[in-house]
């Protein structure tokens, strides 16, 4: 009977339960962005987007090679995806690639030459394949510009992700990639987006990780990484970023990176608690107890 007992409880979700409380969050979250000093584990915020459109003055060509380069961010070095990008803008003889009209005109394999000629791509089919498709949208439907498709949908949230969808606009619907490329342009380019605070944060094993080693979640949960786990987590920071007039998107990449610098060594060779507290810029609130994460499962007690 106890045996079966603790096969029903895995995966259950009931005895998770959401603090309301994001100062630890903030205070991480401040600390990668350089206000306060330090950085996660030394490390500080470096917007590659921002470096790759700095200096260029036309709004236009900053928000093509924005889009079209972020709907490429899958599978690949988020670094050399964005320096590529640039020599893509810097060369005179292949700037066109970011003008849809010229994309359509001059055809798929002029892209796939320009696209190469400034380094081999990880995925050369599908890439070239989802810029030449995406170009060609843009063109028809928007006039090359995708700052009408958010006007069109009253720079609402929701109604951009269902025009993206509706188009099927390659690389940018995904929970991952659609709030990403939303955030940048929030950034760079200063768009006020409406209820931008609905925005989901996406979901990995470094969020759902930080989440709990930030206090937001807490309490026991044995299973999987799951969709209702990621659904739990997303909803616990939409929930708590709400109350405090706050967008949790904005939590994404310093989150990401508390979790892959410091809090996947918990736990690590057997430890009872975190061998980085010491170290971590909120290692002094950071809840006792065990917050483990596998490839394949999840164990939580705090």
């Not at 950085?39 to 060509?61: C, H, N, Q, W, Y």
């Not at 089919?125 to 949908?153: C, M, T």
């Not at 768009?191 to 931008?196: A, I, K, N, P, V």
């Not at 470094?206 to 990484?225: D, E, K, N």
């Amino acid at each position: 009977m106890g045996r079966k007992r603790k096969e029903n409880r895995e995966g259950v979700l009931d005895e998770l339960s959401v603090q309301l409380d994001l100062k630890a969050a903030q205070r991480v979250r401040d600390t990668y962005e350089g206000r306060v000093p330090g950085g996660i584990f030394g490390l500080t915020k470096s917007m590659l987007e921002e470096e790759a459109v700095r200096g260029i003055p036309d709004e236009l060509t900053r928000v093509l090679l924005i889009t079209h380069t972020v709907s490429l961010d899958y599978l690949r070095s988020t670094n050399a995806l964005w320096n590529w990008a640039r020599r893509l803008y810097q060369d005179p003889k292949t700037r066109w690639v970011f003008r849809p009209a010229a994309v359509v005109r001059r055809g798929r394999e002029n892209l796939r030459n320009a696209l190469q000629s400034k380094g081999p791509l990880r995925y050369p089919r599908k890439d070239v394949q989802w810029w030449f498709e995406n170009s060609k949208i843009w063109a028809k439907s928007y006039r090359g510009d995708p700052k009408r498709l958010f006007e069109e949908a009253g720079w609402n949230v929701a109604a951009i992700e269902a025009q993206v969808r509706r188009h099927k606009l390659k690389g940018l619907g995904g929970p991952k990639i659609f709030p990403l490329w939303l955030r940048i342009l929030a950034v760079i380019e200063g768009y006020q987006f409406r209820d931008f605070e609905s925005l989901r944060i996406p979901v990995d094993i470094h969020v759902a990780r930080a989440t709990f080693t930030t206090g937001l979640l807490s309490g026991r949960y044995q299973g999987p990484l799951d969709s209702r786990l990621k659904e739990k987590i997303a909803g616990a920071w939409r929930e708590t970023c709400r109350q405090a007039g706050d967008a949790a998107i904005f939590f994404d990449e310093a989150l990401w990176q508390l979790s892959r610098l410091g809090c996947t060594h918990r736990h690590e060779k057997k430890a009872p608690d975190c061998p980085k507290r010491t170290l971590c810029p909120i290692g002094d609130t950071c809840p006792a107890g065990k917050i483990l994460f596998t490839n394949n499962s999840v164990e939580i007690n705090t």
